[in-house]
């Protein structure tokens, strides 16, 4: 892993509330993630991630 290229990852000081993800989580077997949205309304998602010819699309599917 030290040797792949880094991502950078910033952040605001504006809060919005508790809007977004709480947490996610990856999936080996199928090579999906999931992710869940707390309230507002409560979520579980999947999705999957596609990357090709130097772009990416993803795929989400709320499972409830």
């Known amino acids: ?3 792949q290229a880094k991502v950078a990852i910033t952040g605001s000081t504006t809060s919005v509330g508790n809007v977004g993800t709480e947490g996610i989580s990856f999936d080996p077997r199928d090579g999906s993630f999931y992710s ?3 309230d507002n309304p409560a979520q579980l998602r999947k999705s999957t991630l ?3 010819a130097g772009f990416g699309t ?4 709320t499972l409830f």
């Open 36 to 38: 869940v949205k707390q």
């Open 1 to 3: 892993l030290n040797n």
């Open 50 to 52: 596609n990357f090709a």
């Open 58 to 61: 993803a795929t989400t599917t």
